[in-house]
């Protein structure tokens, strides 16, 4: 967990503090994502993470159709497309080989899930961007959303998702005299040996 950095003995001198008004924070960017499907209302979910679009279990591969500012991208013969803030970035988007981005950072990583093609590689862009994903080969109830991993359902073949910054943030209460660099170290274990000791 990249977000608890406040360890167990920091818990109530942290808290403490957040009750005096005396606490260091910083605004994390959140995205939205609104699902369009036709003659129905529109889906809004609101994430800090991610939003993923991926294949069911047992389907085959699927393409999506992506878009930036509608200009088209390209189409990822993939199971799924992981969209992630820069906050999601050390979530699901680094366990499928995306880059980390820094929480301060204006942008918004696409990650195609073990695309078909190799050259398909992560893709950063500012989160100022409309991202819009359409299905392009794929059975119905093939394709799920996802929101931060918490909630989601199939897509239906006409369905467009449409993915913006949110005009939401959230205010996460900082660790005193620790960095961002730090929880990276510690979180990943950067800089520390791990052959075996004879």
């Known amino acids: 967990g990249f977000l608890t950095e406040i360890t167990v003995p920091e ?19 959140m995205l939205r994502a609104t699902v369009t499907r036709q003659d129905e209302p529109e889906v809004l979910g609101d994430v800090l993470n991610d ?23 390209t189409s990822f013969r993939a199971d799924g497309l992981i969209v992630s803030s820069p906050t999601g970035s050390t979530a699901y988007n680094l366990a499928a080989g995306g880059p980390i981005l820094h929480p301060a950072l204006s942008a ?20 100022e961007s409309v991202v819009e994903v359409r299905l392009r080969a794929a059975r119905e109830g093939d394709v799920h959303i996802t929101f931060d ?32 660099f730090e929880v990276l170290r510690t979180k990943l274990k950067w800089g520390q040996s791990t052959g075996r000791r004879r």
């Open 11 to 29: 818990l109530y001198p942290a808290l403490e503090g957040v009750l005096r008004g005396a606490y260091r924070f910083e605004e994390r960017r």
């Open 51 to 73: 939003v993923v679009i991926t294949k069911a279990a047992l389907s085959r591969i699927i393409e999506l159709e992506v878009t930036v500012d509608g200009l088209f991208v």
């Open 108 to 127: 918004v990583v696409l990650t195609p899930i073990c695309p078909h093609t190799l050259s398909n590689r992560p893709l950063v862009i500012g989160d």
């Open 149 to 180: 991993g918490q909630r989601g359902f199939p897509l239906a073949r006409t369905d467009a998702v449409t993915i913006t910054r949110s005009p939401r943030s959230l205010r996460l209460v900082k660790a005193p005299d620790r960095d961002y």
